[in-house]
């Protein structure tokens, strides 16, 4: 009886031990996950900014997600770019302030709010990338002078 009773609790420390192994794997696989799908995301994101600091409009428009035209046209996209590097001066510095990143109904949508500073003042960005077969690309785009 005792011997079974041992063997009970070493084949139930075995069977324990073996399931969290296995969730701590699942676990560690969807953080590298996370993480990489936050890194190219953000990268995406950070082009945007460094296309802009450049003034290099054409390759902005390489970060944007074809389904913002249907809200917008490039014209007015960039209409409006132009109008806040004329009332706000050249872009010095941006960074990530948070980040969110969301699956549902099988799409998956990474938000970042970004501080920018510009000459004449700071302003805070909101971006939505969506990712789809050709990588993240922006969606939305919002800037809130502060």
Same mark, same amino acid.
């Given at each position: /009886?005792?011997?079974?009773?041992?063997?009970?609790?070493?084949?139930?420390?075995?069977?324990?031990?073996?399931?969290?192994?296995?969730?701590?794997?699942?676990?560690?696989?969807?953080?590298?996950?996370?993480?990489? %799908? @936050?890194?190219?995301?953000?990268?995406?994101?950070?082009?945007?900014?460094?296309?802009?600091?450049?003034?290099?409009?054409?390759? /902005?428009?390489?970060?944007?997600? %074809?389904?913002?035209?249907?809200?917008?046209?490039?014209?007015?996209?960039?209409?409006?770019?132009?109008?806040?590097?004329? %009332?706000?001066?050249?872009?010095?510095?941006?960074?990530?302030?948070?980040?969110?990143?969301?699956?549902?109904?099988?799409? #998956? @949508?990474?938000?970042?709010?970004?501080?920018?500073?510009?000459?004449?003042?700071?302003?805070?960005? #909101?971006?939505?990338?969506?990712?789809?077969?050709?990588?993240?690309? @922006?969606?939305?785009?919002?800037?809130?002078?502060?």
């Amino acid at each position: /009886v005792k011997h079974f009773i041992f063997e009970t609790i070493l084949t139930l420390k075995y069977y324990v031990m073996k399931r969290v192994l296995l969730l701590l794997g699942v676990v560690f696989s969807l953080m590298f996950i996370s993480c990489q %799908e @936050i890194s190219d995301a953000r990268k995406v994101a950070e082009d945007f900014y460094k296309y802009r600091q450049d003034k290099d409009y054409d390759k /902005v428009f390489t970060t944007l997600n %074809e389904s913002i035209y249907d809200y917008v046209t490039e014209e007015d996209i960039l209409s409006d770019l132009k109008a806040i590097d004329e %009332e706000m001066g050249a872009m010095n510095s941006f960074s990530s302030n948070n980040f969110n990143i969301e699956t549902k109904n099988g799409k #998956t @949508i990474a938000s970042f709010s970004y501080k920018v500073v510009y000459d004449k003042g700071v302003m805070i960005d #909101t971006l939505s990338l969506l990712k789809g077969s050709d990588g993240y690309k @922006i969606i939305y785009y919002s800037w809130k002078k502060q």
